[in-house]
């Protein structure tokens, strides 16, 4: 079965950097993309990022262009997310979800807690 | 403010049916057939329940239906049941710039 799991969440202060990581299995991990969303506390869905399969194609939220990077290593079938010049309203749990292949998000990890500090 | 709006919250009672609107703008629900609709209990990860508007990923009850009708999308729940209270959340492709639009979620309470 499919199974997603994020890793590398924690507490960091405002201005600094962290990468998160999303092991997949159960599936052909290098025929996807695959994205990241975030929540903050109490808040909807926020879209970030996407990555091809072949990470031809990648795509941000403006708020995070420029500060996020998203890459993939299809042999360690893990995705990661690259944060810098972290910001207090960061402060999210970041799921990775698979990318279905139409359209959506059909699997989701746990998710990976990010606290940005002031 | 989300780039999709959704009610903040709907009620029904169990074995009634309960519609949830997502309205957008030409640029994402009204310009492609790629809404998608999640739910979420409380500390959990998103489920997905429909894809290209109204199709079912298997496993979904076809209690959930979706619709679409110019730049609003529909998730209607039927015969509800308890396990149906939960957040839901609309998605939309928006174009290869914007790319996705999340609404701001709905909870659903089921009286």
């Known amino acids: 079965q499919v199974q997603l799991v994020e890793s590398g969440g924690g507490v960091v202060q405002r201005g600094g950097s962290l990468r998160l990581s999303c092991a997949a299995s159960g599936f052909t991990f290098n025929n996807y993309g695959m994205h990241w969303v975030r929540q903050a506390p109490g808040k909807g869905l926020q879209w970030m990022a996407f990555?091809?399969?072949?990470?031809?194609?990648?795509y941000y939220a403006d708020s995070v262009k420029g500060r996020f990077t998203v890459s993939r290593d299809n042999s360690r079938n893990t995705l990661y997310l690259q944060m810098n010049s972290l910001r207090l309203e960061d402060t999210a749990v970041y799921f990775c979800?698979?990318?279905?292949?139409?359209?959506?998000?059909?699997?989701w990890g746990p998710g990976a807690l990010v606290t940005v500090s002031s | 403010q989300s780039a999709l709006t959704q009610p903040r919250s709907v009620s029904g009672s169990p074995g009634q049916s309960v519609t949830i609107s997502c309205t957008g703008t030409?640029?994402?629900?009204?310009?492609?057939?790629?809404v998608s609709w999640y739910q979420q209990h409380p500390g959990k990860a998103p489920k997905f329940m429909i894809y290209?508007?109204?199709k079912r990923p298997s496993g979904v009850p076809d209690r959930f239906s979706g619709s679409k009708s110019g730049n609003s999308a529909s998730l209607t729940i039927s015969g509800l049941q308890a396990e149906d209270e939960a957040d839901y959340y609309c998605c939309s492709y928006a174009g290869s710039y914007t790319f996705v639009v999340f609404g701001g979620g709905t909870k659903l309470t089921v009286l």
């Open positions: 030409s640029s994402d629900v009204g310009g492609y057939n790629y």
């Open positions: 290209d508007v109204s």
């Open positions: 990555i091809q399969y072949d990470e031809s194609k990648k």
């Open positions: 979800a698979k990318d279905h292949p139409d359209w959506g998000f059909d699997y």
